[in-house]
Every structure is written in structure tokens, then in C-alpha cells.
């Protein structure tokens, strides 16, 4: 039986000819493994603290001392992921004092919904050496 491909020539069924279909089925299939760490949902790479990250953990400071039940003379941001989602997750690593950090898990709303910052949770007792992981 003999089948016509891409190029409107016929070949046998014992030798298929190669199709355009095959090429762009490939081209889709390595341009979403490409793009698959990029998607919204997955926690991003660690960076550096900046100012507006600092300003973030400023901002929900009280919250944090109201859920530890004391209060922080120290509160550094020092690193951070992000995850894209309704809005951005912020995983902050704080310095808090002496050896101790804490993690904070900070929702900045859309802009259509106000933007506003909430702090959804928080890990007491980190040290510096332990990694931001996503946490709930």
C-alpha cells in the first residue's frame, strides 16, 4: 500500500517517508520542555534579597511578631524564591537575630485585586544553611 507524505510523493510501507507532521510534532514537543520550568506554579530560582524584598518583610513584620508571639529587633531578608501564581508567593529567608532565621511565606495580590500583601504562613527555628522550600 502506498502512502503519499508531506511532499505529495508516494512512498512504500516498508520505507515511510519522513512528514512535516514529524518535524513540527518534534519542534512542539522539545519547545514545551524548554518552557515547562517557566510556567506559572513552580517555585523560581534562590536570589539575593533586594530593597523591594526588604520592604515586603517590613510590611508584614507585625503579622510575623504576632504569629511568633514576640517581638524581632533584627528582621533582614536575605534570600528568597517566588512562585507565580494568583499573584506572587514570596519564600523569604529572614535573618532574625543571632543564628536564628525564620521562613515567611508572603501572597502579593494581583493589581486587580488591590495588590496587597498578605502573610499566609510562617516557619519558626531556621538556620541560615537551611534551603527555602515551598511549604503551606
Known amino acids: 500500500m502506498a502512502r503519499t507524505g508531506a511532499t505529495g510523493r508516494q512512498g512504500s510501507a516498508e520505507t515511510p517517508q519522513t512528514s512535516g507532521f514529524t518535524f513540527v510534532f518534534s519542534l512542539t514537543l ?28 517590613e510590611s508584614v513584620k507585625p503579622h510575623a511578631e504576632k504569629e511568633a508571639g514576640k517581638t524581632y ?3 533582614t531578608a536575605k534570600s528568597y524564591k517566588s512562585q507565580m501564581v494568583a499573584g506572587t508567593n514570596y519564600f523569604i ?11 515567611l511565606r508572603v501572597w502579593k495580590k494581583l493589581p486587580c485585586y488591590g495588590g496587597e500583601l498578605e502573610l499566609t504562613k510562617m516557619e519558626q527555628s531556621k538556620r541560615h544553611e537551611d534551603p527555602i522550600e515551598y511549604f503551606q
Open 30 to 57: 522539545a519547545t514545551t520542555s524548554v518552557t515547562m520550568s517557566a510556567m506559572c506554579g513552580g517555585l523560581g530560582a534562590i536570589s539575593e534579597a533586594n530593597e523591594e524584598i526588604q520592604k515586603i518583610c
Open 93 to 103: 529567608k529572614v535573618h532574625v537575630g543571632g543564628d536564628d532565621h525564620v521562613h
Open 73 to 75: 529587633d533584627v528582621f
